[in-house]
Nanobody, 117 residues
Framework: QVHLVESGGGLVQAGGSLRLSCVAS????????MGWFRQAPGKEREFVAA????????NYADFVKGRFTISRDNAKNTVYLQMNSLKPEDTATYYC??????????WGQGTQVTVSS
């Protein structure tokens, strides 16, 4: 069983930056690709970014390319999402997730990101 805990959310003005962290426990971290998702009120959960288990391959949703960067530190069992040039439409609850055998099987509780105009 894998347990994920996100942190780093908060309130920021448009154009500002935040760095989200997600610490994993209860599993072998390098067995899992990791992803970030977000969900705004009244909207479906959407994919934000992902990073592979060991080689650091990354993938991003079009709406964050050039602004967000996903990374991982396997020694710390942690995945990060650096968010720059934030926009009000980035306001959402952000979740990290662990992927194994092609599926995201474990999810964190989420951290709130609010971007003001």
């Amino acid at each position: 069983q894998v347990h994920l805990v996100e942190s780093g959310g908060g309130l920021v003005q448009a154009g500002g930056s935040l760095r989200l962290s997600c610490v994993a426990s209860g599993g072998i971290f390098t067995d899992y690709a990791m992803g970030w998702f977000r969900q705004a009120p009244g909207k479906e959960r959407e994919f934000v970014a992902a990073i592979s288990a060991t080689l650091g391959r990354t993938n991003y949703a079009d709406f964050v390319k050039g602004r967000f960067t996903i990374s991982r530190d396997n020694a710390k069992n942690t995945v990060y999402l650096q968010m720059n040039s934030l926009k009000p439409e980035d306001t959402a609850t952000y979740y990290c997730a662990a992927k194994y055998s092609l599926e995201y099987r474990y999810w964190g509780q989420g951290t709130q990101v609010t971007v003001s105009s």
